[in-house]
């Protein structure tokens, strides 16, 4: 059987970024009209939360949202795509909206299919949401996207950023899924360690913010310590990216904070940790204690 995915009542969407704000106020907007949509972003970005706060916010919201992946190869949208299938079985659906999980990996002919199924249920009057994790336009380039599908959703598109363009978010994000987890997961994690942190905000995170859940999720299953640390993180984050994120060139203040955050955690923050951390970095206790005021270090 298909998802069949009723709006929740609330919704969390994390985030202050620009890019995020400009994600909402385009469905803010797109809410007020009945067109269909396309959200394009890197998997795991948020597209499907934002089309369920797009279909929350626009004349559907009492109705449901019917998430069709078409990245399944026997999933539902090959019935629905055949000339026969009857379009009354979604006359439960009218006046809700219909969400294709990424459109782009359906075969051209597919994605023709898909548009006349489109035109068919018109009169159901049903909007339609179609999300691509690949981009549409340099698809349509290389003439491996349907023109007509193209233009059908082309005048309603929202674009997410993917995470590392908007690292602002990341923090935010840790502490509202670290929150959702120790309620699911029946835990009490209290949060990162200093250098645990800066691991996640400096990750590439490939797979967004459906692999920062996945990694907290471990990290709190397998931890089992109030605070996720360093260690918790090693083996779950894609080798390469974690050696990115050290290696990464980065401003000498943000390097020298990291370098004194971690010989903080190492020495610890009592007075002999700070001498022992000084004596490690071959500066001054003085010295010491003020970068670790400047850059707040303190536990
Ligand atoms: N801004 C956000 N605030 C809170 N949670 C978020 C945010 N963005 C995404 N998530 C969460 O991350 C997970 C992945 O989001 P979602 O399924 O919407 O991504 P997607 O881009 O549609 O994924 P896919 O590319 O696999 O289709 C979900 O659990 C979602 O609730």
Known sequence: MPTCFIHPTTLSIIGTS????????????????????LF??????????????????GAQHDKTLYVVDCAQPHGIIQKLL????????????????FYFRE????SL?????????CLRIEPLKIRIFLSSSQNIHFLMLDK???????????????????????????????E?????????????????TPQAEQILTSYRWPGNIEELEQVLTRAILLGNEPYISQRHLRGYLLSSDYENTINDVMPLDRM???????????????????????????????????????YNLNE
């Open 18 to 37: 620009k890019g995020l704000r400009t994600a909402l106020e385009g469905c803010r907007k797109a809410a007020k009209e009945n067109d269909p949509v």
């Open 40 to 57: 394009q972003g890197e998997i795991g970005t948020g597209k499907l939360l934002l089309a369920t706060y797009l279909h929350d916010e």
């Open 82 to 97: 055949s000339e026969d299938f009857n379009i009354n079985y979604f006359e439960f659906l009218s006046g809700g909206s």
């Open 103 to 106: 459109v782009a990996s359906l």
């Open 109 to 117: 002919e597919d994605q023709k299919r898909l548009y006349h199924f």
């Open 144 to 174: 491996a996207f349907d023109q007509n599908l193209y233009r059908y959703v082309g005048q309603w598109e929202i674009s997410i950023p993917p995470l590392r363009q908007r690292k602002e978010d990341i923090p935010l994000l840790i």
């Open 176 to 192: 509202h899924l670290i929150e959702n987890l120790n309620l699911r997961l029946r835990k009490s994690v209290q949060g990162l």
């Open 256 to 294: 020298e904070e990291i370098l004194l955050k971690s010989a903080l955690e190492r020495y610890g923050y009592t007075l002999e940790g700070k001498k022992r951390a000084a004596r490690a970095l071959n500066i001054s206790l003085a010295t010491l204690y003020n970068k670790v005021k400047r």
